[in-house]
């Protein structure tokens, strides 16, 4: 290894230098590779954020498009099948709001476990696209549920006075 | 009673944070010390105030008075005691009051210091402290108030949910609080410095080791909340780039972006303006992030419900950045500077370089948490981006940081010549190539990101040891010293450039592991009946059956038994379980795992079937190298701390410049 000692060239300091025409341009090339990134980047990664309802009344323009839903999930429909030794499918429904809703969506989520969250009055947040029999299909990955003790009831007492 | 006490209190403490603000301006503004000394006072006050207000919700859980409505919404009266206690940051309104504590404790610490030399700004940052602290006091008073009671006594609590229960979760909230909080210090004496106009280094000199102790706070809560995503969630990973965790990752990267060029400014002069604008965007940072995880502005998996206090958040980072930004502008002609960067070889351009990368991935994460804003703001449709957006951005950028780790050490102030650079690199890369090739055919490595990946980090490991070999081995050289003599005596002489390289090692050591992690993992999913097995990597399991018992509280557990495998050989019995709190029916999955220092071999029960079908869906996961990620953690803490530590030699040099400031008053 190469036992290398080094020159500080103090004296140097006031006489060359990097002017800032320099740093300005090496920081803008530098800035136009980050925002070049970021672009290629968003593209393709991008989700349409829609509710139930949203999705219902405009069905044409998000068909086939990956969304992402973020709606309250109906306990009484959640089942998981077990189809063969290494094939599930985890089904449930989401509304908007539990009063009197207009819209509901069936969730489908292929292969994946049933989260400890997934319960009625539980926020779902799902990443997918709507086949076109109107069943959304999450993505690998893609079922998320609100963590749900680090929010709060909008009405505790109506939480607490269900149990 | 006991309740009220704490109510009382906490409105107190609000008076004197507000008391606190008007009295430092008044001695700021008139130059009255008298003024300035009661504001002094009135901060010494809070903290007391508040603990007495914390105790008395801490009292409440404990004896279950479900009259509050926090009590009711995050205890209940299984719950064991220590849970009851950290229930205090279960919540919003009762994390906001903690939140207060911890801030109170800092204000109270830093009001008992004699800030020796940088007198002169204690009257405005008094002020800026009182004015934060106020902030936080009035939204815990009047928006999300703790002892607010319910209109009925229910008979129980609904309890602290079960994800929380887990020692990584009940450390990281109030570790990130820490340092968030423990960043208001160099916030407060640079707003000050910059309201009297007194822009050199003062500032920065006199709260350097705050900033340490908020970034090493700040750096455990993001590896404990990690720690506890990987061990709880039952998903195999670590981090999601969730807009909440993001929310705590920002204000982090600009605060390790402003510590590494604040040396620039103590060494040579310059960037203080850069300096100053990134304390200011650190402190933004931390009010923002509360803000979005508290307000419910954007959708995240673990945000609170949406609360009244958004608008009261947004308004004062609205204050903070806007009345910064004046300030700046009102003293822009006092940043100027006659010193620049002399070459792009040198160790300040490195750290410009450095400084460019850390604020690149910063905005390329405040664009993806807040593209659902910005998108609905441009087209009028909300939409979001995931993972990929954030890996594909920020993936090269943390590898041009990898590596400027490892050369920008070999750099020397104001200028190096090429060509020795180009002679310290050489070796390295040499041993490296080949360490990698060896790699490739043997493990064998696949694609062309992680040998990429892994060159970088290894090329950097071994620059970073020889930092430590070359030092060491100067001192042996120099002053006959041993090697453990040499090595020790080198990280106690120099503790803020040995414990910085410790932290690039512990960087760089977790890098290993999330190369492991991101390119090798393996994972599969499949239905077992009593007797037969999966294999995954070079593991077998074999499913033995399920047995179903009572655990404490009201749990009801079901366990699975599992033989482990390494190559036909028993190594371990796994034992994941579901657990079942019977009362609020919440089920819970454990994990179990095999950890070496090689891999984890990690798995958790899908779904069990019943005893009369003897059968149960497993997935497990293979993770190669997640352990690295967790020592490189332990290593980047350890070396936190080194830098953080008192240096005597720096503490002999204060006091000798304090003794010498003194003689000439004593001879007047």
Redesign the interface.
């Known amino acids: 290894?190469?036992n290398?000692?080094?020159?500080?060239?103090?004296n140097?300091?006031g006489s060359?230098?990097?002017n800032?025409m320099k740093?300005m341009v090496?920081?803008a090339l530098?800035?136009a590779a980050?925002l070049l990134?970021?672009v290629?980047?968003?593209n393709?990664?991008?989700?349409?954020?829609?509710t139930v309802e949203e999705y219902h009344q405009r069905q044409e323009r998000y068909e086939g498009r990956d969304l992402?839903m973020?709606a309250l999930v109906v306990g009484d429909s959640i089942q998981?099948i077990?189809l063969?030794?290494?094939t599930?499918r985890l089904e449930f429904t989401v509304v908007d709001t539990y009063n009197n809703p207009q819209y509901e969506m069936q969730v489908v989520v292929m292969?994946?476990?049933?989260p400890?969250?997934l319960?009625h009055e539980a926020t779902a947040?799902i990443?997918g696209h709507v086949g076109e029999d109107g069943v959304f299909y999450v993505n690998p990955?893609g079922l998320?549920?609100?963590?749900?003790?680090?929010?709060?009831?909008?009405d505790?007492?109506q939480?607490?006075?269900k149990? | 009673m006991i309740a009220d006490i704490g109510q009382i209190s906490l409105l107190i403490a609000f008076g004197a944070a507000a008391y606190a603000a008007i009295a430092s301006l008044v001695g700021a503004v008139q130059n009255r010390p008298a003024a300035t000394a009661s504001a002094r006072n009135a901060i010494l006050v809070i903290f007391p105030l508040v603990a007495v207000s914390s105790a008395a919700i801490i009292y409440s859980l404990l004896a279950g008075d479900f009259s509050l409505q926090y009590v009711a919404n995050v205890s209940s009266l299984g719950m064991p005691t220590y849970l009851k206690v950290t229930a205090l940051w279960g919540g919003q309104a009762g994390s906001l009051l903690f939140w207060n504590l911890l801030l109170a404790v800092f204000l109270f610490a830093a009001m008992l210091r004699q800030w020796r030399g940088e007198e002169h700004l204690i009257p405005l940052v008094i002020f800026v402290l009182a004015v934060t602290q106020g902030f936080f006091l009035l939204v815990s008073n009047f928006l999300e108030n703790p002892f607010t009671r319910l209109p009925f006594i229910p008979a129980d609590g609904q309890g602290l949910n079960p994800l929380l229960r887990h020692p990584g979760m009940i450390i990281h909230p109030p570790m990130l609080y820490l340092g968030f909080v423990s960043l208001t210090i160099p916030y407060a004496f640079a707003m000050a410095s910059l309201i009297k106009g007194d822009v050199d280094d003062g500032w920065i000199r006199i709260t350097r080791r705050w900033t340490l102790v908020g970034w090493l706070f700040l750096s455990l809560g993001l590896i404990l909340g990690g720690r506890w995503a990987y061990d709880v969630l039952g998903w195999g990973g670590y981090w999601a780039w969730d807009p909440v965790e993001n929310a705590s990752f920002m204000p982090w990267l600009a605060a390790t972006a402003f510590l590494h060029s604040v040396m620039i400014q103590e060494k040579r002069g310059m960037f203080r303006l850069w300096n100053m604008g990134l304390i200011i965007l650190t402190f933004c940072l931390m009010i923002y992030g509360t803000f979005i995880v508290r307000s419910g502005v954007i959708t995240s998996v673990h945000s609170f419900a949406q609360s009244p206090i958004g608008p009261y958040f947004f308004g004062f980072l609205c204050l903070v950045f806007f009345g910064s930004l004046v300030l700046i502008i009102l003293r822009l002609d006092q940043f100027k500077s006659s010193h620049h960067i002399s070459s792009f070889l040198s160790r300040e351009a490195a750290f410009l370089f450095n400084n460019y990368i850390f604020l690149s991935i910063l905005v390329a994460t405040f664009i993806g948490t807040t593209f659902p804003i910005l998108s609905e703001l441009v087209t009028g449709e909300k939409m979001n981006v995931g993972e990929p957006y954030y890996e594909k951005v920020n993936g090269p950028l943390f590898a041009a940081l990898l590596l400027l780790m490892g050369v920008a050490p070999l750099t020397m102030w104001y200028r190096s010549s090429a060509q020795r650079l180009q002679m310290s690199l050489r070796w390295p890369a040499l041993v490296t190539t080949i360490f990698i090739a060896v790699l490739y055919f043997v493990i064998p490595l696949h694609g062309w990101g992680s040998p990429l990946g892994l060159w970088i980090i290894t090329f950097s490991t071994i620059l970073t040891l020889l930092e430590f070999g070359k030092g060491t081995h100067a001192r042996m050289k120099g002053k006959g010293e041993s090697v453990w003599v040499a090595f020790s005596s080198l990280m106690a002489r120099n503790r803020r450039r040995y414990g910085g390289y410790w932290i690039h090692l512990g960087v760089l050591v977790m890098a290993f592991g999330i190369i492991g992690v991101e390119f090798y993992q393996q994972q599969t999913q499949i239905r077992l009946a009593t007797g037969q097995s999966l294999s995954l990597g070079r593991y077998t399991m074999t499913f033995n059956g399920m047995r179903e018992y009572a655990g404490a509280d009201d749990l009801l557990i079901t366990e699975a038994n599992l033989s482990l495998y390494d190559n036909g050989r028993l190594v371990k019995t796994l034992t994941p379980r579901n657990e079942l709190y019977t009362r609020t029916r919440q089920p819970m999955t454990i994990p179990d795992l095999r950890a070496t220092i090689g891999e984890d071999f990690y798995v958790l029960i899908v779904n069990w079937e019943g005893f009369s079908a003897n059968a149960a869906t497993f997935r497990a996961y293979f993770n190669p190298l997640i352990n690295w990620v967790w020592a490189g953690g332990f290593i980047f803490i350890i070396g936190t701390l080194i830098a953080a530590w008192p240096d005597p030699v720096d503490e002999k040099v204060k006091a000798a410049a304090q003794i010498s400031a003194l003689q000439p008053a004593a001879g007047d």
């Open positions: 290894m190469a290398v000692t080094w020159t500080t060239v103090e140097e300091v060359g230098g990097i800032k740093l090496g920081g530098l800035a980050v990134l970021i290629n980047a968003a393709g990664s991008t989700q349409l954020y829609v992402r973020g998981y077990q063969t030794d290494t599930s292969n994946e476990p049933r400890d969250l319960q947040l990443e990955g998320l549920l609100k963590c749900p003790t680090r929010y709060e009831e909008a505790p007492a939480h607490i006075g149990q």
